[in-house]
């Protein structure tokens, strides 16, 4: 195990990747020469060439029409949309001919390609560069949408992501960029679908993904001083979501508080907090809580978006309504 | 180039099955035996036929939702076909996309698209896989002169052209986006002036000539092949009928119509095939006959074929 | 042909009744005219009697059940005679009787659920309630501690220990046995007069802004005026109450007022002409309220007659609803039972104001710098102040206490 930031472990894993099988490519806007706006394919131009590492027109249409229109011929397209505000631009690409080709075609292709984008308030980037849209993604079946909190986590779903037979939305979080962890030197995958107990704890579960899983560990924390031993489940995978994790874990809590950053009205935590409600009914203790943004545009005064951004405190309150 | 007479022949044998196809399809949807939308190609047959005659199998097309005169032209199976307009387990979809999603990977039929001008940006895509792959085939997108005032038509010619790309964009040009006439959904009238924007060269043919489109076609395939990049290709044509099956058409010019039908491309060739002496009137005959046969068996294989099951919803929504 | 019997209209205002208690049964002979059942509707009983001679064949109204007029409750006939119930039953909608008759069933469920069975809600989260089911545990014996009261699982655990330590100690001032012990209790059902009572009061708590004020008044002259009119009765009977001169009072202070008899409909304040003034009647089962039309334009005698009248009818339930309907201001008088000075007296809605009156007792009063004992009588005004603000109202008072200080001049009329 070596430590690595965020950004080297998407570098990495890209690289070794392109190494592994000949048939993936980068395609995006400012991958190549640039290397990304935060670094994230920097240097890949230069270590696999023109042919595989694309500099694209600003045309998110035709960077999706292009990667699914060679994910069906066999290539492994891994497609950049800088921020997941721009998906808007290529929706019908995302929503109508990557999702659905699969299965409108009676299953006469599959289209393994991968869309990085990235979610996130916080560094004063205002409502068209830091929105979590990521609930839009999970209402598109055919498509699969996965976060990751930690660079680890980010080597073995990105992994997993590349060589998925299926098209997947990688999602990665802007204030993350500096992030430090541990990251397993060897191939190293994490299938879909399977949640991770980031802190393990009996008495309230708190469901989260992305960067707030970081926020919600400190809130556990501090929660713990005053005698409440919280559960942080980072589901990594939203869809597939692992439902058994989540419905474990409110069997031994009782209590279920979902964080995320998104808005909170038809947020993903919505499809948990229903989805528990339906099939862990008769587990809950008390009500389920969601912690998430104000129904508004993400603002961009420092002062307003630290004030919409979901925080430690947030977190905090909303577990000891519980009790 | 000249062709040879079988190449003539089949040509016309393409149109007409074309053409039989469709009107097969009208008669089952007025006769209440299929669902949904249903969007015929009659009157356009010589593009489909004129443009896939310089393809092979290894070869792409994207199509649209427009798109049996490709599918058949391209070699489609008509008797799959008819079981997927019936929505039928032995459609060419399994019965999930019925009309307007037709496609057979096998011979390079990337897929009808009900989203107009959604096929031109995964054209690029195939063109881009096909060359990564280093092999020498093209891609021909197919589209509407709807679609050629979509983002998608702009940022894929765009893109094939930095990327000189493998791809000639087919614009079958029949004067309406749905039911708007193109004077009053463009200001340009041969859209082939838009390649000029991309460097892309463009060339207005009468659509209507399946010998024109074939040679117009085969000039701009022919350099995609050889590695001279994207073309773009507009084909003047007529939609005999209306958007759709049920269209009442109040946007058509009668007159216009009555000039349009005296060029349609079928009996034009017949004409021509037998002032040429490619053909006499009873080898044409004969051809349509057997097409019909054809036709009645394809009917008869989708309406004889199973249903879907049920649980079949949740099968192919992804892959492993 | 069977003659139904259906639910009667009984009044202008009537839309649904109750069926108390069928007084036949099926198979009882009966004739035209003999009572059949009781029934209650907004404040009265009243019986349905046979609209016809034969025998009663079929009873189709339970007791209790509470139904809209017109519907068919039962059947008279010949005896052996087909009557086609199920379609004329469902004509009118019979949801509530219909889904009485299903209705133990129903009521366990719902117990299991969330009532305590003694009608209080218990709060309990769904894995307590589950715990406490798996462990057969009556649950509203076990103290929440949750948020707002509610059982939390952990509530349970901690019962189901004390109990196997035999250690269940005090909780809210409760005793192991005290716990233990199941509450005993007579069951009355909630319906009838009862509960048109209790939806009355309810709904015109929560609707109105209600305020009230209260004051004493020297009825010194009131007592004086009623002992002269009383004196040379011949009929004992005849006396005049003190009630029925309040009757007559409020009705002038009214007329000097008149935006104390108003009423609230939809978006419009009506300011009545007419001054009908409602006297509460208190029944051995509940609450009455007989309206006397026109007070302010009869006299004290006839004022006396209509109330005495309307109070025996109210007695023995024979109360018209039309009766009973029309009221503009309301007087109800806790005085008699000596008891009470001054209380808040909930509005008769539509109305806009009632007057509680408190007992009279002797009081010291300071008059002219000398203290010397009065009779004094509570007043309390209960007003919506939605229509009436606390000036007005207090204007009411004013006027009203100058009558009762005063009161020949205003019996004059």
Redesign the interface.
Known sequence: MAKKTYIEAIRETQSAEMQRDPDVFIAGEDVGVMGSAFGQTAGLLKEFGMQRVVDTPISESAIIGLGVGAAAMGLRPILVIDFIDFMAVCMDEVLNQASKLRYMLGGQVKIPLVIRSQIGAGIGAAAQHSQSLEAFFTHMPGMKTVAAATPADVKGLLTAAIRDDNPVLFIEHKTLARFEGEVPENDYVIPFGKADIKRAGSDVTIVSWSAMVHKCLAAAESLSKEGIDAEVIDIRSLIPLDRECILNSVGKTGKLVIVHEAVETSGYGAEIAAMVADQGFDLLDAPIKRVAAPFTPVPFSPVLEKEWVVNEEKIINAVKSLF | MNLTKDQMLNLYETMVKIREFEEKAKELMLGGKLAGFLHLYCGEEAIAAGVCANLNDKDCITSTHRGHGHIIAKGGDINRMMAELHGKATGYCKGKSGSMHIADLDIGIVGANGIVGAGLPIAVGVAFALRYKKMDNVVVAFFGDGASNRGTFHEALNMASVLNLPVVFICENNHFGMSTPQSVHQKIKDISVRGTAYDIPGKTVDGNDVLAVHEAAAEAIGRARKGGGPSLIECKTWRHYGHFIGDPEPYKDPEEQKKWLATDPIPRFAKYLIESNYAIQADLDAIKNSVREKIEAAVRYAQSSPDPLPEDIYSDVYAG | MAIEIVMPKLGLTMTKGTVEKWLKKEGDLVQKGDSLLEISTEKLTNTVESPGDGILLKIVAEEGAELPIGTVLGFIGEAGEHIDVAGKVNMPKMNNSLEASSGPEKQEGNEENNDSGFGKKVKI??????LARDLNIDYTLVVGT??GG?I???DVKRYVEQMQTGKVEKQDNATVSDIKAPVSFEEIPYAGLRKVIGEKMSRSWTLAAKVTAHVSADVSKLLQLRTMINEDLENEEDRISITEMLVKLVAKALEIKPMINVSLEGDSIKVMKDINIGVAVALENGLVVPVVRNADKKGLYQLSKEVKELVRKAREGRLSLDEMSGGTFTITNLGTYGSVDYFTPIINQPESAILGIGRIAEAPMVINGQIVARPMMGLSLSFDHRLIDGAPAAEFMAVLLRIIANPFRAILR
């Open positions: 989260s769904p894995a307590a309630l589950n949750g948020p509610r939390t699982r952990e």
